[in-house]
């Protein structure tokens, strides 16, 4: 059933002078209902109570004379009517608060405000984290939160202003800026390595005792090579299984087996000899870690002055990362000088492993 209609109020030729009889503040109250899914949630974000957001959607949905929302006790919903007219008006709001930050911004002096960012909990540990002392210290006025988290993250509804993500976000509005190479790098404790050796092939896996990681869905997370200049992925059986990277990486530096882990957690144990890896002629295609952020002609000055920083400072720490296998395939090689020889696993099927 299509919604009730409102009779508008009589409206002039002009469709700019019939604009401006359109409250301003029903356009924004509206905006925060459609993003928020709320009008309490709408409310708070706009620092005002329910009603207030409720009479100014109300007053809004007179003057165009369509309902914009079907209202329920459970739920919040837009109609076609106000599906449409959300995605005519919602860039000019957010246009018209660039503009204003922008302004305040240029009119107050250095970058300031609050800034949300969001990143994989074992990237915003070890890189985001230790930068973010830096960063304070140069943009005193920029207040900084850092989430960890694991799931897809929505810019608009979740209020986010920066995304740290392990390869580039499929969104056309979202500008995906390379950070650094995103290397996989199977790794192991010198002890395992003199006990029981390495593999030299993805095939030998199979004679390994192997750390697994459980991702947030229930699956255990594949390892990825490339054999024959083709993609392979395989999910070797677990010795032990943990469903966060740090558990996984000290399980390892304990000698519990082995585990592939990304090259940005591992590169001060490999340097410092307490790792050792191998299969770096397997490693798989590179992803890339990104910086990740809305679409904007102008970007307010806090975004782009963090993104820029973050950027400068992780890519100064990147020639060290890309020296890691090198560094790795001669650790290997220290480690298995007075070892036998593994006997290989020929069978593919039994490695799980496929193209």
């Given at each position: 059933m299509s919604p009730k209609s409102i009779d508008p109020p009589s409206a002039g030729p002009d469709a700019l002078a019939s604009s401006?009889?359109?409250?301003?503040?029903?356009v924004v109250a509206f905006v925060a209902v459609a993003t928020t899914g709320s009008f309490a949630k709408a409310g708070d974000r706009l620092g005002i109570g329910r009603s207030a957001v409720s009479r100014?959607?109300?007053?809004?949905?007179?003057q165009l004379g369509t309902r914009l929302f079907l209202?329920?006790?459970r739920s919040t919903t837009l109609t076609r009517e106000g599906e449409r007219f959300y995605e005519k008006c919602h860039p000019g709001v957010e246009r018209i608060t660039e503009a204003l930050e922008d302004m305040r911004d240029l009119r107050e002096g250095p970058p300031r405000g609050e800034l949300r960012i969001v990143a994989a909990p074992e990237f915003g540990r070890n890189v985001v984290m230790p930068l973010l002392g830096g960063f304070r210290q140069r943009y005193p006025g920029i207040a900084t939160e850092l989430i960890l988290a694991d799931h897809s993250t929505d810019f608009t509804s979740d209020r986010v202003d920066v995304v740290f993500h392990d390869g580039r976000m499929?969104?056309?509005?979202?500008?995906?800026?390379?950070?650094?190479?995103?290397?996989?790098?199977?790794?192991?404790?010198?002890?395992?390595?003199?006990?029981?050796?390495?593999?030299?092939?993805?095939?030998?896996?199979?004679?390994?005792?192997c750390i697994g990681r459980r991702l947030a869905n229930g699956r255990l997370a594949e390892w990825e090579f490339k054999v024959d200049g083709r993609a392979c992925k395989m999910t070797p059986s677990s010795s032990f299984t943990f469903n966060d990277w740090d558990l996984v990486l000290r399980a390892v530096l304990d000698g519990q087996g082995m585990a592939q882990l990304p090259g940005f957690m591992v590169g001060a144990h490999l340097r410092d000899g307490s790792?050792?890896?191998?299969?770096?002629?397997?490693?798989?295609?590179?992803?890339?870690?990104?910086?990740?952020?809305?679409?904007?002609?102008?970007?307010?000055?806090?975004?782009?002055?963090?993104?820029d920083h973050m950027t400068e400072q992780i890519r100064k720490t990147d020639p060290q990362r890309l020296s890691l296998l090198a560094q790795a395939d001669n650790r290997l090689q220290q480690a298995c000088d007075h070892l036998p020889s593994l006997g290989r696993v020929h069978d593919p099927a039994q490695a799980r492993c496929c193209a």
């Open positions: 401006f009889s359109t409250s301003y503040a029903g100014s959607v109300r007053k809004l949905e007179i209202r329920t006790t499929e969104d056309s509005q979202v500008v995906a800026r390379q950070l650094i190479p995103m290397q996989l790098l199977v790794c192991a404790a010198p002890e395992y390595a003199r006990v029981h050796g390495l593999p030299s092939e993805v095939a030998d896996i199979a004679e390994h005792r790792l050792v890896s191998c299969l770096a002629h397997h490693q798989p295609d590179d992803r890339g870690h990104y910086v990740c952020y809305l679409s904007r002609h102008q970007l307010p000055p806090r975004i782009r002055v963090f993104v």
